[in-house]
Nanobody, 126 residues
């Protein structure tokens, strides 16, 4: 089993920054691809960024490219999302997710991920 716990969300002004963290517990061998998703009220959950086990291969949704950066600790026990130049439309609950295999392609489909955290809220005021 894999347990994921997010932290670091909050309320910021437009243009601000946050650093989201996801602590992963359980066997490292049970998780491979990692990703961040977000879900705004009334909208579907969307993939924001993904990272492959090599920690060097990353993918981003077009809406966050050049503003968000995904990374993970060398021990693979913590996943990060640095979010810069925040916009009101970035307001959402942000979720950490883990897949049990290396997801082909961009790895931004929620159907590829088996484990989910409880989420951390990001609110951006204009």
């Amino acid at each position: 089993q894999v347990q994921l716990v997010e932290s670091g969300g909050g309320s910021v002004q437009a243009g601000g920054s946050l650093r989201l963290s996801c602590a992963a517990a359980g066997r490292t061998s049970d998780r491979s691809n990692m990703a961040w998703f977000r879900q705004a009220p009334g909208k579907e959950r969307e993939g924001v960024a993904s990272i492959r086990p090599d920690s060097a291969t990353t993918f981003y949704a077009d809406s966050v490219k050049d503003r968000f950066t995904i990374s993970q600790a060398s021990t693979k026990t913590t996943l990060f999302l640095q979010v810069n130049s925040l916009k009101p439309e970035d307001t959402a609950m942000y979720y950490c997710a883990a897949a049990t295999y290396t997801v082909p392609g961009r790895g931004l489909s929620r159907y590829s991920y088996s484990y989910w955290g409880q989420g951390t809220q990001v609110t951006v005021a204009s």
